[in-house]
């Protein structure tokens, strides 16, 4: 990897670069999936260098390949109307261990918005503390989000309304809160339109 000599930068008016690599938030250009490059913050912010990073598959960065798979083409159809999106999300560093993320994305093939696209990505760790969520609770969170009932979301499931309702009532006595609205209050203030929960449908 060539080092970014700053006072090369700076006479020959290479701002862009700069602003990349040192920017104070993770950036990240991706292709059809792919990690093309990095900035030092994101590299950090995962426990990465950013040489490790580079044409990697962004799956690596999830909590499992599994919930990848869930979450990996939401926003698509908004890059696709807007070009602009963005989500909070639970991400994984190097170590396993996981973190809030707030994700912002542009792309530069908008009627294919994961073909070639710039994404932002802010550690919210020091706003939200990571609750460890069972893989039940996050598929229960994941619906909630999506503004589905008790009753749709168990016959997406294949459980009864009732278990649907009991780890509801965990989800809301682990936050803290006492209806859906303060749940999602309670990760952060956003509407779940902008909640990504990583389960599997």
């Not at 292709?31 to 260098?49: L, V």
């Not at 598959?57 to 909590?63: E, K």
């Not at 909630?144 to 499931?157: M, P, R, V, Y």
């Not at 009991?166 to 309670?186: D, E, I, M, W």
Request: glycine share 6%.
């Amino acid at each position: 990897m060539v080092e970014i000599r700053t006072d090369d930068c700076f006479a020959q008016g290479r701002f862009e670069e700069l602003a990349f690599v040192h920017a104070p938030v993770g950036l990240v250009v991706t292709e059809n999936r792919c990690i093309r490059d990095c900035n030092n913050a994101f590299a950090a912010m995962f426990g990465y260098a950013r040489g490790d990073l580079r044409d990697q598959l962004f799956a690596i960065l999830y909590p499992s390949d599994e919930e990848f798979v869930n979450i990996r083409d939401r926003g698509v159809d908004q890059l696709r109307k807007t070009n602009t999106y963005w989500d909070e999300r639970i991400m994984a560093r190097r170590d396993g261990s996981l973190f809030w993320c707030r994700v912002r994305g542009h792309s530069f093939t908008p009627e294919r918005p994961l073909d070639r696209a710039v994404w932002s990505f802010a550690d919210l760790s020091a706003e939200r503390p990571y609750l460890p969520l069972t893989r039940r609770e996050r598929e229960i969170l994941s619906h909630l989000a999506e503004g589905l009932t008790s009753k749709q979301i168990a016959l997406n499931l294949d459980i009864s309304h009732r278990t649907v309702e009991v780890y509801r009532a965990k989800l809301l006595k682990k936050f803290g809160v006492s209806n859906t609205s303060g749940l999602f209050h309670s990760l952060g203030g956003i509407d779940s339109d902008h909640v990504v929960s990583n389960s599997t449908k």
